[in-house]
């Protein structure tokens, strides 16, 4: 576990930060925990691609083999060799698939390529020969997303030639939906339709069909293992309803200062913000090179102690100031808070005009990270 890794209490850490990222680790056990109990037809995997969703994917790894996940999905071959050693004998499985010449990596640190084009099946098969043993892979179906995946025609020729899968063992056939949030998208069903023909066409095998919100979707989309990766971070599954998930982010940023201005006068580049009466403002430590989007600029909000603080004028590159004419209590080098319960990552990216998953995985580097149940 790393260094920095300490309970938020840790006075000197809070003391110096400009801003404080606070992860709770229990809370995604707990979403993990939830996630198996709606999904009883097989395991839950995590999901922990792009750093664990920006939020650190060697600690959120560690903390859900702890709480029993075996099975891990990342996108990149790199991201799978930075946390192999926190989950020791888990299926860590590369979704990006085999890029030539990375063979010999993927066997050598027990790392399965989710395979999703012929060629791939042809460079894993060759590796099986030269390895002179079966080596384990995931197949991925496209069955709409036209992104990664096997189309039909690239089925119907497995189908036809069997010798084309010798030497690899086939752990899961996966495929992706395209509007699993939306329960009554059509495209779901129907996806689950061409997945379960194509199936049908390949060599019996284990299937894993669900995200986050296809596990909300019911037993028709429960399959031998989900894959959920929002829903873990506290990203809400079911948008049309209230978020089932525990949150798990608090952002914490400092007032740097404090002014005083008259009604008429403005804030920040290109004088957006116009106060209408005299105002107090508070410059915070966060800007958009954090992940706290521009678009947020006259749109966003913070809290403090139970009131909501409007974000005026644009945010710019390190600071974004507050108006607090209302908190007359609100001094220099108290923290505001940008995410946490009940405005979480959900309520920022409907402020910002993106999803909640661009929210946490743009969120900065410079902030001091605090890990709960590490
Ligand atoms: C990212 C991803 C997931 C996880 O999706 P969530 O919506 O975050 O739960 C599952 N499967 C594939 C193929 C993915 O790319």
Request: overall charge neutral; proline content about 6%; glycine content about 10%.
């Amino acid at each position: 576990m790393r260094r920095e890794t300490t309970d938020i209490s840790g006075a000197a850490l809070a003391q110096h930060a400009g801003a404080l990222l606070e992860i709770d680790l229990d809370a995604i056990a707990a979403n993990y925990a939830l996630l198996r109990a709606r999904h009883p037809s097989g395991p839950v995997a995590g999901v922990v691609k792009a750093d664990g969703y920006g939020l650190g994917a060697a600690p959120v790894a560690a903390r859900l083999f702890r709480a029993g996940c075996r099975h891990f999905f990342v996108a990149h071959l790199s991201e799978a060799l930075a946390i192999r050693a926190q989950i020791p004998g888990a299926l860590l499985a590369v979704l990006n698939g085999l890029l030539p010449g990375t063979e010999d990596v993927f066997l050598q640190h027990e790392i399965f390529p989710v395979l999703g084009s012929l060629e791939e099946i042809s460079s894993w098969s060759t590796q099986a020969r030269r390895a002179g043993k079966k080596l384990p892979a995931l197949l991925h179906v496209d069955t709409g997303m036209s992104r990664l995946g096997l189309d039909f025609s690239a089925v119907t020729a497995l189908a036809t030639d069997k010798n084309l899968l010798a030497g690899i063992g086939i752990q899961y056939v996966m495929t992706h939906l395209v509007s699993s949030e939306i329960p009554n998208d059509t495209r779901n069903a129907h996806q689950k339709e061409i997945f379960d023909a194509a199936c049908a066409m390949l060599p019996p095998a284990p299937r894993s069909v669900a995200n986050s919100s296809a596990i909300f979707l019911g037993p028709d989309f429960g399959s031998d293992l989900a894959r959920p990766g929002a829903a873990l971070y506290g990203i809400n599954p079911t948008p049309a309803e209230e978020n089932p998930m525990a949150n798990v982010v608090r952002l914490l940023v400092r007032v740097l200062q404090i002014r005083e201005i008259r009604a008429g006068e403005t804030v920040g580049y290109n004088a957006t913000w116009t106060a209408q009466r005299p105002s107090r403002i508070a410059t915070a430590c966060i800007g958009y090179a954090d992940g706290w989007r521009r678009t947020l600029s006259n749109r966003g909000t913070a809290r403090f102690d139970g009131t909501t603080l409007p974000l005026v004028g644009r945010v710019s590159m390190d600071l974004t100031s507050f108006d607090i004419t209302d908190r007359p209590d609100i001094a220099p080098g108290v923290f505001l808070e940008l995410l946490g319960p009940g405005h979480g990552p959900d309520e920022v990216a409907a402020q910002a005009g993106t999803n909640a998953y661009e929210v946490l995985t743009s969120l900065g580097r410079r902030f001091s990270r605090v890990y709960r149940g590490a």
